[in-house]
């Protein structure tokens, strides 16, 4: 007379987190999607002027550093605070770091700024995520958890892709700054939303004991954090660049101990362990490079839509757009502005005539002159940063397509073994690099501008490489990873990650060094195929493991 009642619908909290999150990615997305740009801008348009290595050098240290605070905000709540306390923490601190962005002429405060969102992001990201774990570890409920986590990642698309066409539009009839400030209202609207649902969400924020296999904070920072900060420093501090800029030498010096680290855990490791941790750091490997090119729409690829890609507003457009500020300015009236990349100076066409020079505007610089604006004239274009907005289009698109995929080969039995998703996803991540190869020999690049169908090729294609593998990543590593470790791989995924994203603003950061730019995503082309093809031939084994590991833990 009295059973439970099965749950047969999602809990209410699924919503307290769903718009928190939404709100919290439309902040972060907006602020990645216009980081560069804002860097890179005249200081005549309200920007930092920066060149294209100085930007490309911060852009790069920001997004490394914020796949990295994870891991500690992440263990401070599971051990001490609380995931609920930890996410108001990390959502104040990101609002307050999206303020001071939006502080004209801040100066230092630009670092200050960056230090709060990446401090920021390290408590909330983690908990969040934690947090709807919690509430679907129910018997009744975990049928439905991937399905929850489906609806929560839709969550985080929808704000990525909205809030490009807010950042446009601000940026555009205001300035940068309104574009951060509306960064830090969506964070304010998403900690309003989190707090008025609280009793939906409290009964799930349980802090967990320490466990005897558990490794202490204290060994963490001993044998990880301090010897990561001493080689940090060393790579400041020693003379010159090994690597283009001191952060860059502080960076790779910084990670060299914690690489040793998890090696010396596999090293270690009882064989059966041993086995456990080896498949996730090769997969660690191969994630790398992968998140490489995931991290180059924040760096090099911005940099191909700002400049070399064909923005152009269609005349039969300009009166649909003009009412949503989506559309930049340019005439040839602009003053004082940089070559955006030293292979602009001097080219000429067949007559001998210079294409370019000193005090055009940056999108006029690779253009023929009988294409330029005439004089009191102006050019439509549509904003860089809405091209920010394609993957997130196609991951609402495609979602449904792949999971329905794989539910179609579950079904019969031909579902690819997490592994093989692995494989197959760093090859097609590849792949959109071969794609935008393809732009770079389609055309001059001097002289021409690429159409806006190969960016949204590419990112198309790359998005089957993300719902391939970026779902799976932390499931892997809570199902592999030895009971007593679970924590400290988990932060080696999100190493990975953070390494991905600094490896992609070195990488911008020598943009202007290729006078080929096909070679520049070549590199990076080369590198996902032929490690996703490496992969291939462990799949079997390492696949093997994983199932072992999980009948193990059931």
Request: aromatic share 14%; hydrophobic share 50%.
């Amino acid at each position: 007379m009295n059973q439970p009642i099965p749950q047969t619908r999602h809990p209410r909290g699924l919503m307290v987190l769903f718009f928190t999150e939404m709100w919290e990615r439309f902040g972060y997305y907006l602020m990645v999607g216009i980081l560069f740009l804002y860097l890179h801008d005249t200081l005549s348009n309200g920007g930092r002027g920066m060149d294209t290595s100085l930007a490309a050098d911060i852009v790069g240290t920001y997004v490394a550093l914020v796949y990295l605070t994870p891991f500690i905000g992440g263990l401070l709540a599971d051990r001490f605070i609380g995931y609920r306390r930890a996410i108001f923490i990390g959502g104040c601190l990101m609002a307050l770091g999206y303020f001071l962005l939006a502080i004209p002429r801040s100066g230092s405060l630009l670092y200050a700024a960056l230090a709060c969102i990446i401090i920021g992001n390290g408590f909330f990201k983690p908990n969040i995520s934690t947090l709807l774990g919690n509430m679907y570890n129910t018997q009744a409920l975990k049928p439905k958890k991937d399905t929850a986590y489906n609806i929560f990642y839709m969550g985080i698309n929808i704000g990525a892709f909205i809030c490009n066409f807010v950042a446009a539009y601000l940026r555009n009839n205001y300035s940068w700054g309104y574009a951060f400030a509306a960064a830090g209202f969506g964070m304010v609207l998403g900690m309003i939303w989190f707090a008025l649902g609280q009793q939906h969400v409290k009964k799930v924020d349980v802090i967990k004991p320490m466990q005897k296999e558990d490794m202490p904070i204290s060994k963490i920072v001993l044998y990880v954090f301090v010897p990561a900060i001493i080689a940090g420093a060393i790579g400041w501090f020693i003379p010159g660049n090994l690597i283009g800029s001191d952060s860059n030498d502080a960076f790779v010096f910084a990670c060299i101990p914690i690489i040793i680290f998890y090696f010396s855990i596999w090293y270690r490791s009882n064989p059966s362990d041993k086995r456990r941790v080896g498949t996730l750091l090769t997969l660690f490997g191969v994630a790398i490079i992968f998140w490489n090119i995931y991290n180059q729409n924040a760096t090099s690829l911005t940099i191909w839509a700002e400049s070399y890609t064909n923005r152009e507003t269609p005349k039969a457009a300009e009166s649909l757009l003009k009412p949503f500020g989506f559309m930049e300015t340019v005439n040839t009236a602009d003053k004082d502005v940089p070559i955006l990349d030293e292979h602009f100076k001097a080219r000429t066409d067949a007559g001998g005539k210079v294409l370019t020079h000193m005090g055009t505007a940056p999108y006029l610089q690779n253009l023929p002159r009988d294409q330029w604006p005439a004089k009191g004239q102006d050019m439509k274009l549509l904003s860089t940063e809405i091209y920010q907005s394609i993957n997130p289009f196609w991951i609402i698109v495609l979602t449904p397509v792949i999971v329905g995929l794989f539910g179609w080969l579950r079904a019969r039995g031909r579902e690819p073994s997490t592994p093989s998703k692995f494989a197959w996803g760093t090859i097609i991540a590849g792949l959109s690099s071969l794609i935008m190869v393809g732009a770079c020999l389609a055309i001059n690049v001097y002289q021409q501008k690429a159409s806006s169908w190969w960016l949204f090729s590419s990112y198309g294609v790359f998005t089957i490489s993300e719902l391939f593998m970026s779902q799976v990543g932390l499931s892997l590593v809570s199902k592999v990873a030895p009971r007593r470790l679970t924590a400290l791989m988990m932060g080696g995924w999100l190493l990975t990650t953070s390494l991905g994203g600094k490896i992609a603003g070195i990488m911008a950061g020598f943009w202007d060094r290729f006078d080929n730019k096909a070679v520049f995503f070549g590199i990076s082309a080369f590198a996902a195929i032929i490690a996703g093809l490496a992969l291939f031939p462990l799949t079997k084994r390492l696949n093997k493991v994983v199932v072992e590991a999980t009948a193990s833990d059931d």
